[in-house]
């Protein structure tokens, strides 16, 4: 009989794209384990059955418990596993990357270590915001006041669209009920996007802490990719919301948010602008190794093969081509 230790773990290749899987799936108060392949959560409504395959990122909020074989699958499976807060409101820790292939980290740290090239992907960034501007030319005191704008209008736009009304945005850390309908709404989606972007970034090796926009945080990163989508994703999503009324808004938040998420292609997208924002255009960004590859970094920047022994001084018996493990 195959135990659950002896199961193989499945290649990169084997997996399924993170662009083809659901967004996220929020739980909470149930107990989450593994049946075969696949994950169930029980609570005193029943047991349902949740393909773990397809989740590109659980979100486990207050209440739940989850079994070490129900993390060993969602490891295996490569999804994003965040533990937050009631509602999904806030973010307290997840990881596990779908890569195994250091690639994008290794080009996001290379770009982030020089200032130049990390004003270029700053730029860059801003330039998939504002894509009728040339950010080139711009500060980034004069980035950041464009970017205050074009947010302030989104919030303006968006109550005359769904006629909810607006004065300003709040946001009381700790006491989400402090809020108007409209800013409740706006925190929970943030909140959201944040923890898919977190899923992303982690599922492509990349470092979330190192920012290109935002500095200082161990999620900065992260609040870079979110950002550039909170004006035709998150804003949007959160004043469907609160055009419904005040009762149960952050739950009705999570559906809005994921039906445009699904309508907009958001995974693909934010996939896509992750590689070429540190990989450039003219890159084939498809080629991410799909194979487990470990090299051994030698002279004159040439890499050789990992988990080899390359003694070959004479008084050695080791071979170069001999295993080290």
Not at 13 to 38: K, M, P
Not at 82 to 101: D, H, I, K, M, N
Not at 113 to 141: C, G, H, I, K, W
Not at 225 to 233: F, G, M, P
Request: aromatic share 6%.
């Amino acid at each position: 009989m195959n135990t659950v230790s002896r199961r193989r773990i499945s290649s990169p290749r084997e997996l399924a794209r993170i662009g083809d899987r659901f967004s996220f799936l929020y739980l909470e108060r149930c107990t989450i384990h593994r049946e075969d392949n696949a994950l169930t959560a029980t609570d005193a409504d029943g047991i349902m059955h949740i393909p773990s395959a397809t989740i590109g990122t659980l979100l486990l909020g207050p209440g739940t418990r989850v079994t070490h074989q129900a993390m060993s699958v969602l490891g295996e499976c490569g999804a994003g596993v965040v533990w937050v807060g009631e509602q999904g409101v806030r973010f307290y820790a997840g990881g596990r990357a779908l890569t195994r292939s250091s690639r994008l980290v290794e080009a996001q740290a290379t770009a982030w270590a020089n200032r130049r090239t990390r004003l270029a992907v700053a730029r860059a960034m801003y330039r998939l915001r504002f894509p009728e501007d040339d950010p080139s030319t711009r500060t980034r005191q004069e980035l950041l006041n464009m970017e205050g704008r074009r947010v302030k209008e989104c919030y303006r736009r968006e109550s005359t669209r769904t006629g909810v009304p607006w004065r300003r945005r709040e946001y009381h850390p700790g006491n989400f009920a402090a809020g108007d309908p409209p800013n409740q709404a706006i925190t929970a989606s943030a909140q959201c996007m944040y923890g898919i972007a977190h899923a992303v970034v982690t599922a492509l090796g990349c470092s979330p802490g190192l920012g290109f926009v935002h500095s200082g945080h161990e999620r900065s990163f992260v609040l870079d990719i979110a950002d550039l989508y909170k004006t035709d994703v998150g804003i949007p999503a959160a004043f469907d919301a609160a055009a419904g009324g005040p009762e149960d808004i952050a739950s009705r938040t999570r559906r809005a948010l994921r039906d445009r998420i699904n309508t907009t292609g958001l995974l693909d997208r934010c996939v896509e602008d992750i590689k070429a924002l540190l990989l450039g255009p003219q890159n084939d960004r498809e080629a991410i190794e799909m194979t487990d590859q470990v090299s051994l970094q030698s002279d004159n920047g040439v890499l050789v093969e990992g988990g080899r022994n390359y003694d070959n001084s004479e008084s050695s018996n080791h071979l170069a081509e001999e295993p080290i493990w």
